[in-house]
Every structure is written in C-alpha cells, then in structure tokens.
C-alpha cells in the first residue's frame, strides 16, 4: 500500500495562502501598504477557491531543517542541469563521442507520489535523460548514454543525488 500525505483542509488552506500571498510578493516587487493588503485579500480569496487542490504536502515541509534540505536540493539539481547541459553539448559539437541510447529502469525509495513526480520532472530536467512512466516504485528512463543495464547502477548514475535529498524532504 501506497503511503500519502493528506494535509488537514485548514493546513491545506494555510500552506495555499501562503504560497499564492508570497508568489504576490516576488511578482509585485514591493512592500506598500495598498499591494501587500491587496495581495492579502486576493491570495485568500483564491486559496479559499482552491485550497482542496493543495494535497502534496502539510505545513511541515516550512520546517527548517526540511528548507534547509530544499535549497540543498536546489544547488544540486543546477549542479547537474550544468554538467549534462555541457554533456548534451559537447555530444552535439562533437558528433564522434559514443552516444548508446536506451531505456533504463529502477526501483526508487520515494513513498508519496508528490515526491516521485518531483525526481521524474528533476530527471527529465536533466539533459540526456526523460522520465517514459513510472509504475508503482519503478522508474523508467530514456538515457541518451547508457552506461550500465545494471539498475543500481543506473539508479546511481541518474537518480541517487536527487533521491537522497528527496527521502529528507517528504
């Protein structure tokens, strides 16, 4: 049986506030009194709307050590959108370099669904690789380089520096 996390309609409600309140923030770009109380009424109306939707996550994901392990999560992830960028690039400007396409698969530790829909869109992110499905706890990936047909291995090459953080955070 799948493990999910349903979060109390007034936690879904608070973490949908919040998020549509400092979204507001970033995009009008300012502190005066009239936008910020503006966007105060206007992300709470919307949450009230659609606050059901928000079921990913409850408001412990705002811990601090779990913010920690997210902006973590963010250098990593720009860490490796780097390297396979300049991977994919170098493959095209040099079109001697071996490519081995093919689809690889395996297992991930990932529980909830919100978290295995976070690594697939990380690892589709990455240049070089495409998330094709994920069935139960198996994934399957399109991997412009096939090193190894091994799933550990292929696991460890496309997916182990995402999943270890993931594991932390959900």
Same mark, same amino acid.
């Given at each position: 049986?799948?493990?999910?996390?349903?979060?109390?309609?007034?936690?879904?409600?608070?973490?949908?506030? =919040? #998020?549509?309140? *400092?979204?507001?923030?970033? $995009? /009008? +770009?300012? &502190?005066? @009194?009239?936008?910020?109380?503006?966007? =105060? #009424?206007?992300? *709470?109306?919307?949450?009230? $709307? /659609? +606050?059901? &939707?928000? @079921?990913?996550?409850?408001?412990?994901?705002?811990?601090?050590?779990?913010?920690?392990?997210?902006?973590?999560?963010? &250098?990593?992830?720009?860490?490796?959108?780097?390297?396979?960028?300049?991977?994919?690039?170098?493959?095209?400007?040099?079109?001697?370099?071996?490519?081995?396409?093919?689809?690889?698969?395996?297992?991930?530790?990932?529980?909830?669904?919100?978290?295995?829909?976070?690594?697939?869109?990380?690892?589709?992110?990455?240049?070089?690789?495409?998330?094709?499905?994920?069935?139960?706890?198996?994934?399957?990936?399109?991997?412009?380089?096939?090193?190894?047909?091994?799933?550990?291995?292929?696991?460890?090459?496309?997916?182990?520096?995402?999943?270890?953080?993931?594991?932390?955070?959900?």
């Amino acid at each position: 049986m799948e493990k999910t996390q349903t979060p109390s309609r007034t936690a879904s409600f608070i973490l949908a506030w =919040l #998020i549509l309140f *400092l979204t507001w923030l970033m $995009f /009008t +770009s300012t &502190f005066a @009194t009239q936008e910020v109380v503006t966007g =105060l #009424i206007t992300s *709470l109306l919307i949450a009230l $709307f /659609t +606050s059901r &939707f928000f @079921t990913c996550c409850n408001l412990s994901i705002f811990s601090p050590v779990k913010l920690l392990y997210l902006i973590e999560y963010l &250098f990593v992830f720009l860490w490796a959108l780097i390297v396979a960028n300049l991977d994919v690039a170098r493959r095209v400007i040099s079109p001697k370099l071996p490519i081995n396409p093919g689809i690889v698969k395996f297992k991930t530790k990932l529980t909830t669904d919100f978290s295995k829909m976070v690594l697939a869109n990380s690892i589709t992110l990455t240049p070089g690789t495409i998330s094709v499905d994920i069935i139960d706890d198996t994934y399957y990936i399109h991997w412009i380089d096939v090193k190894s047909l091994d799933p550990e291995e292929a696991k460890k090459d496309i997916a182990d520096k995402f999943e270890r953080i993931l594991l932390k955070i959900f």
